[in-house]
């Protein structure tokens, strides 16, 4: 809002799950912005894509009169996340649909576009039990393809006669769709970058999916970097690890009009160099693209303190197994917590970023921190997925609560609790044990309505568990699964200004 003008913007998400639909109208009410987003029933659910004629037609309509489009290139052309990694659409239907930005902006001139595309995975979506098998495979193709190409000789040779073997074991329609399908997004992609060059597009960002240092996204990468310097847009395309923080991202950056936001950046630990799972480049430099993206400067004197709690070793992992870590020792937990505490002490805006744990949040320290103040006194909390999703989460929520830990602000943080700490990182296991145990398939789920109430059963069951970490009951939240899988849960608290 600027004086008595709302701001109109639109956001086409990347999907139709909570962290890209319903995360980023929560964010932009903190300030007062209403958000326009398609509705639910034309968007994708699961393995069915949007109703793209309906997108683009909705599109047309809301854009006429909006200020900022925030649109999800993978969504406008493809019909979603998962959709985008299947051959469904050819690259001549994803060209058509993409040159609908083109009529848009035509139509308004002075509507500011933001657009984020992501670089595919190295691998296929695990979409049920088999497709984890060849999810796995599929992986150690990209891999080993990339040791074929860089190394040394022997290493080369080594690479070749695997990759000999395993494209036996990988059906070759699987492999030939998944190659294909790179072939064309890459190709959206660099149509993307264009069109920031003929200022379609004000921004955009190119997010790396699921990956490895070693795998075939470096060469796709290496060409994107080399055609943004020679375009000159190192200030207006960016790359990095990511995917489902983009749209929180964008529509606050939006929201906030290009306004500085200065943070002060605090690591519990030493271990800053670290690569997190499913990631590329060391955190580190996935934290200064992300900040220089959004604008926001580092500041040792600001109000805004972001902590950044790190693996002692090796990221640790929640999904699909529980992989363990080194862990903290209680010497260390409580220099760590003494450290926040000092900072919540003096006034200061207190967010913890928990990278410990992929899929979920580090129970052991969040228990000690509850232990010594109400854990709701954080401004913010993020620990699901990737780390650069939890790390997207938290600067959008950094920028949209503005220094104001309002009601609204902590039902969000609550729900970032209850959902990356207590639902990732121990319902779950639970939940899948009890699911697998009637015979359902974790990743593809057949009876969506009992495992709710599987769902709803678990916490009710843990109530006391909950209660080590926050003061709530769990009639006081709504907890469902958004698809059928049991890979992320939607969590909502009921309005209550007493949180």
């Not at 998944?178 to 190119?206: A, D, K």
Request: hydrophobic share 40%; net charge negative; charged share 25%.
């Amino acid at each position: 809002m600027i004086g008595d003008y709302v701001m109109k913007i639109c956001l086409l998400p990347l999907d139709s799950r909570p962290c890209n639909y319903r995360f980023p109208q929560q964010l932009a009410n903190l300030r007062g912005v209403n958000l326009i987003e398609p509705p639910i029933d034309i968007m994708d659910f699961f393995k069915t894509p949007s109703n793209s004629r309906a997108i683009a037609d909705w599109l047309k309509i809301n854009c006429s009169d909006a200020d900022v489009l925030v649109v999800s290139i993978d969504q406008l052309v493809y019909g979603g996340l998962i959709a985008s990694r299947t051959n469904t659409k050819s690259l001549s239907e994803a060209q058509s649909q993409l040159m609908l930005l083109k009529d848009i902006k035509k139509a308004n001139p002075q509507l500011r576009i933001f657009a984020f595309n992501v670089l595919m995975r190295i691998s296929i979506s695990a979409v049920d039990k088999q497709s984890q098998i060849w999810w796995q495979k599929i992986t150690e193709y990209s891999q080993l393809k990339y040791r074929s190409i860089i190394g040394e000789q022997e290493e080369k040779e080594r690479a070749n006669a695997q990759l000999a073997h395993l494209t036996k074991e990988i059906p070759s329609s699987i492999l030939n769709e998944f190659l294909e399908v790179r072939r064309r997004n890459h190709t959206i992609n660099m149509e993307c970058i264009s069109l920031v060059s003929q200022g379609i597009l004000e921004q955009l960002v190119i997010l790396q999916e699921d990956c490895s240092e070693d795998a075939i996204q470096v060469f796709e990468q290496d060409i994107i970097k080399k055609t943004i310097n020679e375009y000159g847009l190192q200030n207006r395309v960016f790359i990095h690890n990511g995917t489902d923080e983009a749209g929180m991202e964008l529509t606050v950056q939006a929201i906030a009009l290009q306004r500085q936001t200065t943070c002060d950046i605090q690591w519990l630990s030493e271990n800053r160099y670290f690569t997190a799972r499913y990631e590329d480049h060391p955190f580190i430099e996935n934290l200064a693209s992300h900040m220089s993206m959004m604008n926001i400067i580092y500041d040792p004197h600001a109000k805004n303190c972001l902590f950044i709690l790190p693996p002692a070793d090796q990221q640790g992992d929640y999904c699909p197994e529980k992989l363990p870590v080194v862990d903290y020792t209680p010497t260390q937990r409580t220099l760590m917590i003494n450290k926040i505490l000092e900072q919540i002490e003096k006034g200061k805006c207190c967010y913890l970023l928990d990278l410990v744990y992929a899929n979920g949040g580090d129970l052991a320290f969040l228990e000690a921190l509850a232990a010594k103040t109400p854990l709701t006194r954080l401004y913010g909390y993020a620990a699901w997925n990737t780390a650069s999703n939890s790390l997207g989460t938290i600067l959008a929520q950094i920028i949209a609560a503005d220094g104001q830990n309002t009601p609204a602000n902590k039902r969000f943080t609550t729900e970032r609790l209850l959902d990356d700490l207590i639902y990732q990182a121990f319902i779950r296991q639970e939940l899948q044990e009890e699911l697998q145990l009637a015979g359902q398939d974790i990743w593809n789920i057949t009876d969506l309505p009992r495992a709710n109430k599987m769902l709803n059963y678990q916490f009710d069951k843990n109530r006391q568990f909950i209660r080590r970490f926050l003061p709530i009951e769990t009639r006081d939240f709504k907890k469902r699964l958004p698809w059928p899988r049991t890979f992320e849960a939607d969590i909502e608290v009921y309005k209550n200004d007493d949180i």
